[in-house]
Structures are given as structure tokens and as C-alpha cells.
């Protein structure tokens, strides 16, 4: 009998389960990655995923200010 554990091979992910995708910047608020990057993740080469991790660092997912409320929100419109 043996004591070893079945693992599979995950595929490297900064996904910290808070996906919510900022209408603004279309990045998810939880990882940093696009909407697209997303989606191609599991199809991506190793070296596309290690790239894109190095800069997600330096993304801003959501801006940090107010957005201005119902006044701008009628000024977009």
C-alpha cells in the first residue's frame, strides 16, 4: 500500500477569488488581469503567464479616488 497523495498540475495563477471587474479600467479588482487574460489563461504558454504576473505589481485594478457619484455618472451619460 502506498501513502502518496494524487496531484494534479495546477496552472500558476494570481486569482485570489474576488472577481469583480472594474467598468473603468476592465481589470478584475481582485487579480489585476483582463477580462481577456482571463479568459486565455489556461491556454497560455508558461512564459505568457510569467510575464504577465511580473506586471500585474504595477496595474491598478480600480481607481483610487471617487468616482463622483450620481452627478457624474449623468455627466458620462
Known amino acids: 500500500m502506498t501513502d ?3 496531484k494534479r ?3 500558476q495563477s494570481p486569482c485570489i477569488k474576488l472577481c469583480v471587474v472594474h467598468p473603468e479600467t476592465r481589470l478584475c479588482t481582485g487579480c489585476a488581469r483582463s477580462i481577456d487574460e482571463i479568459a486565455r489563461w ?3 504558454s508558461e512564459g505568457e503567464r510569467t510575464e504577465i504576473m ?5 496595474r ?14 449623468l455627466k458620462r451619460n
Do not use: C, F, H, Y
Open 54 to 58: 511580473a506586471e500585474l505589481p504595477t
Open 42 to 44: 489556461s491556454q497560455m
Open 9 to 11: 498540475q495546477e496552472v
Open 4 to 6: 502518496q497523495v494524487w
Open 60 to 73: 491598478s485594478p480600480a481607481p483610487k479616488g471617487r468616482r463622483g457619484g450620481r452627478a457624474a455618472r
